[in-house]
């Protein structure tokens, strides 16, 4: 009880100091040039704040005299919060960076985000990538897709070659691969842990499956009622799941994110199941040479898939002043120009828009020439399923790791899973 | 005659109203108002609505019904209570004998170092639970962790597994870790009830033969029993209240397999949400009440009817 008093009136105090300094930087900004329009952008990522003041924002500047750009961010956890309580006082900026999925659909249903779907430059995006932020029917976008992340494996080379094996491309070489890393002994097999919970369902179940679902073609089935999830080809990653356990390091069980993280880039561990936001993080720790392999497909020969899950977008306050300087700058960041510049500052972060883009980092470089090869998709728990209760992303987390420890079969793990879903989710009814 | 004028008197007595003493209550009722008995009362106000097109509608005990039966939520709910009260048993069971137990060995009079012993023992109780949480596990961890050493050197290596990963220890090993951070609470408390003892009554005592063991079952014993009774009650407020050690050791989904979700836990998930589930204030206002008024009715348990059975000494 306590707690939860405690907690909401944090929560209202933050939310009350944001407003207040948001209203003090938008009075300064205002202030200092009068006859330009100023665009506030609300966001989460403080950690780009310095990317954003000297790469992204000069650039637009330089084209568009007239509109300057004002970079707020406020601390991830507190953003969702204090977001809507600027909304609903009406002191939110003009751009409102958007989470994927339900929380920006939300806003837009209550009126906070406007429509992007006229916003010059949204041909450039794939159905996949705009999944992330429009309607349920797929007929409004309301935020403008920014960047995605891609699962895949990064391994140590130097690794690989002192055991003398080549990055694998099919189940079995993977196997094959691991096994012999682990009978020479020198090097653990793969770093994951299930402390978290969340590593073995991301890097494990969403990493691997779409080959066996056969990405949006099995996701949407999904969602449509036609496939459910205790079907073959949504059981079957987590029988491969279930194999991990031996290529594990020792007490994997209480192995945490950060644990897995330092076992690889101080070199113990030869593989690392990741997502592509690691790099720009893998390529300051560790000392020897990286590389990424796709998730390997059942045989030789077969259409893979990745995960290209959509992550962060930019929409447009519905209630704003200055609507047409923020269509000119949305417009923008759906070009080739802001995707270079965004894709460079962040390795790891891939732009959504379909231009050609060329990456410095040789790693992420290596990701994103997957986007040629393969057919993307995103996770499968993240669009319309995770709405209900029990929540599907919570419980495909508890599963995941629950199949990788073996104390539960692959199919009892799929079987609560799908009788999860379909206690509140009319099409698998 | 002599009626009357006793009646005059009390008239006379009688004092005007005494204004002052409200207005000394009033800045304390106030704050104690705003920031506990009006949370609380919307806390309960809230679990009665539930959110039907984004406007609040009243549906009276329905999320209670939901609460325990309908498997959706009772399965989580059952689970988290069994494990709270599996908690709570584990700090009494442990936390109380060896708090007894120190604060036995601090008070015999010829132990020397024994300001050393109170502080170091007492000391964790300090510390924040971020602190105790994350140094715990790292302490406990099979890769960079002291305990698989330490139990290496004394030959018990087989005994080490990743506790904090497995579902069968996860909740014991937390609960430990919480007796560990605690213990010095019930010893302090102990402790100074067994020093408030008169030094006669031990003379007495050994004037008629009992010494030693039997000194401390048959006299002290008993009249620490109502500290003990304090403390009991203080344990249990607390673990049922318990959220802050479980979500940093083990994250907000209570992991291995939700075999440490306790309410605190399970209210906090439903109340603010978890990665993709969004946050249900009417439910996690459910999940609240109930914990209130399990804390309440324990407390109203301890009050009525244990307390009033302990016998009290005057010493």
């Not at chain 1, 009978?183 to 969340?198: F, K, L, R, V």
């Not at chain 2, 108002?33 to 009362?41: C, G």
């Amino acid at each position: 009880m306590d707690k939860k008093t405690c907690k909401v009136g944090t929560r209202f105090t933050a939310g009350i100091t944001a407003t207040a300094f948001g209203a003090a930087f938008a009075l300064s900004a205002v202030s200092a040039s009068a006859e330009d329009v100023t665009l506030t952008i609300e966001s989460w990522r403080n950690d780009d704040l310095e990317i954003w003041n000297s790469k992204i924002i000069p650039a637009f500047e330089a084209q568009n005299p007239g509109i300057k750009i004002l970079f707020a961010p406020t601390a991830p956890a507190e953003y969702n919060a204090a977001l809507n309580t600027k909304l609903q006082a009406g002191t939110a900026g003009d751009l409102i960076t958007c989470r994927p999925f339900d929380a920006s659909l939300q806003l837009f249903e209550k009126g906070h985000l406007a429509s992007v779907n006229d916003v010059a430059g949204m041909e450039n995006f794939s159905p996949v990538a705009k999944s992330g932020w429009s309607t349920d029917d797929a007929a409004t976008t309301f935020c403008v897709p920014m960047a995605s992340v891609i699962h895949g494996f990064i391994y140590n080379k130097d690794a690989f070659k002192e055991v003398g094996v080549e990055a694998p491309t099919t189940e079995a070489e993977f196997f094959a691969a691991l096994d012999k890393i682990k009978e020479e002994g020198s090097y653990i097999p793969m770093s994951m842990g299930t402390a978290d919970q969340w590593e073995a369902a991301t890097m494990g179940y969403q990493n691997i499956g779409p080959n066996y679902w056969k990405g949006e073609e099995g996701r949407l089935a999904l969602i449509a009622g036609k496939q459910k999830l205790t079907d073959d080809a949504w059981v079957e990653p987590y029988r491969v799941l279930a194999k991990w356990k031996d290529y594990l390091g020792d007490g994997f069980e209480a192995q945490s994110y950060p644990d897995s993280q330092n076992l690889f880039t101080l070199g113990r561990a030869a593989v690392y199941p990741a997502g592509s936001w690691e790099i720009s993080g893998f390529n300051v720790q560790a000392d020897f040479e990286l590389g990424a392999f796709l998730p390997p497909v059942k045989t030789a020969g077969d259409t893979c898939y990745i995960s290209d899950h959509v992550d962060i977008a930019l929409g447009m306050n519905a209630k704003g002043k200055n609507t047409e300087a923020a269509k000119t700058f949305l417009s923008w960041v759906a070009s080739a120009e802001f995707a270079e510049i965004y894709a460079n500052s962040l390795p790891g972060f891939f732009p959504l828009a379909s231009h050609d883009v060329k990456l410095e980092d040789p790693l992420a470089q290596e990701f994103v020439t997957w986007r040629a090869k393969c057919e993307s998709t995103i996770r499968s728990t993240y669009q319309i399923l995770s709405r209900g209760t029990p929540n599907l992303e919570n419980n495909t987390w508890v599963a995941s790791a629950n199949v990788i420890k073996g104390s539960d079969s692959p199919e009892d793990a799929a079987k609560d899973l799908q009788d999860g879903l379909a206690s509140w989710y009319k099409p698998q009814q | 005659m002599e009626r009357h004028e006793a009646g005059g008197k009390q008239e006379a007595l009688r004092k005007p109203f005494r204004w002052h003493i409200l207005v000394f209550l009033l800045p304390a009722a106030t704050v104690y108002t705003l920031v506990m008995i009006y949370p609380l009362a919307e806390t309960l106000r809230l679990s009665l609505f539930r959110e039907v097109d984004n406007s609040p509608i009243f549906v009276g005990l329905a999320n209670f019904a939901d609460l325990f039966f309908d498997s959706r939520w009772s399965d989580q709910f059952w689970n988290a209570l069994w494990n709270n009260i599996y908690f709570f048993i584990v700090n009494m069971l442990v936390q109380n004998p060896i708090g007894i137990a120190l604060a036995a060995l601090l008070s015999i009079p010829r132990l020397r170092g024994r300001s050393f012993y109170r502080t170091a023992i007492f000391l964790p109780t300090l510390l924040s639970f971020v602190i105790v949480g994350f140094g715990w596990k790292l302490i406990l961890s099979p890769l960079w962790g002291v305990a698989p050493t330490l139990l290496d050197f004394v030959g018990l290596k087989f005994l080490f597994a990743p506790w904090l990963g497995k579902e069968a220890y996860a909740l014991t090993t937390v609960a430990l870790v919480s007796v560990w951070q605690f213990i010095g609470l019930p010893m302090i408390l102990i402790y100074a009830a067994l020093l408030s003892i008169p030094e006669e009554l031990m003379e007495a005592a050994e004037c008629d033969g009992v010494t030693g063991f039997a000194q401390f079952w048959k006299i002290k014993l008993p009249l620490i029993l109502p500290t003990i009774g304090i403390i009991s009650i203080l344990t249990f407020v607390g673990n049922f209240n318990a959220f802050d050690l479980i979500y940093t050791m083990q994250g907000a989904l209570a992991g291995p397999n939700f075999s440490t979700d306790l309410l605190g836990t399970l209210l906090y998930r439903t109340f603010f949400g978890h990665q993709l589930q969004l946050g249900d204030p009417h439910m996690g206002a459910t999940v609240a009440t109930m914990m209130f008024l399990i804390i309440l009715s324990g407390v109203a348990l301890y009050l009525f009817v244990i307390q009033r059975r302990i016998t009290r000494y005057q010493m």
